[in-house]
T-cell receptor
Framework: NAGVTQTPKFQVLKTGQSMTLQCAQD?????MSWYRQDPGMGLRLIHY???????DQGEVPNGYNVSRSTTEDFPLRLLSAAPSQTSVYFC???????????FGAGTRLSVL | EDQVTQSPEALRLQEGESSSLNCSYT??????LFWYRQDPGKGPEFLFT???AGEEKEKERLKATLTKKESFLHITAPKPEDSATYLC???????????FGSGTKLNVKP
């Protein structure tokens, strides 16, 4: 059972570089979301999707883009990385309306 | 604005020493208060959902309770394996948005 898979696990970027954080789930979940976790600030919602082709902004969407072309995948794009985007990023998925979100193991990103 | 505040930030207990973690919240139209456990280097793992004041849920040594303004996670006779960060989250009028607190880091010493 793969569950929610995030790649890469670690990444170091230079300011201004772009990259895509990958998230895939094999549970046929409609709802997927991205969070960032910073010390003392908890998890903050970046973007979410309720199904293929449908995305919406969360609490802290600036500097991040998402798209959802399939049920399984929900990539997060940083177009021009900034040091303020140094964080641990978590992807989660669930059945639509479900209480239970399943989280990936996270991607630790450092922007120098 | 929907908001969650957890206290204390960190808690150190001796094995067997019971205690409680607090989660205070403000939300427009509560549609669920959630407790998660997070181990170092891992993603959060779901524990409980509570919907209305007076509701209680139990799992092994953990019991979650809910009032109109806060939730408590009671830990009875904890063991070292209960050491983790416990996160609280709420969902309000926007059913698709979850708001998390910053967590309580629990350390249980043998």
């Amino acid at each position: 059972n793969a569950g929610v898979t995030q790649t890469p696990k670690f990444q170091v970027l230079k300011t201004g570089q772009s990259m895509t954080l990958q998230c895939a789930q094999d549970m046929n979940h409609e709802y997927m979301s991205w969070y960032r976790q910073d010390p003392g600030m908890g998890l903050r919602l970046i973007h979410y999707s309720v199904g293929a082709g449908i995305t919406d902004q969360g609490e802290v969407p600036n500097g991040y883009n998402v798209s959802r072309s399939t049920t399984e995948d929900f990539p997060l794009r940083l177009l021009s990385a900034a040091p303020s985007q140094t964080s641990v990023y978590f992807c989660a998925s669930s059945y639509s309306g479900s209480d239970i979100q399943y989280f990936g193991a996270g991607t630790r990103l450092s922007v120098l | 604005e929907d908001q969650v505040t957890q206290s204390p930030e960190a808690l150190r207990l001796q094995e067997g020493e019971s205690s409680s973690l607090n989660c205070s919240y403000t939300v427009s139209g509560l549609r669920g208060l959630f407790w998660y456990r997070q181990d170092p280097g891992k993603g959060p793992e779901f524990l409980f959902t509570l919907y209305s004041a007076g509701e209680e849920k139990e799992k092994e040594r953990l019991k979650a309770t809910l009032t109109k303004k806060e939730s408590f996670l009671h830990i009875t006779a904890p063991k070292p394996e209960d050491s983790a960060t416990y996160l609280c989250a709420v969902r309000g009028d926007n059913f698709n948005k979850f708001y998390f607190g910053s967590g309580t880091k629990l350390n249980v010493k043998p």
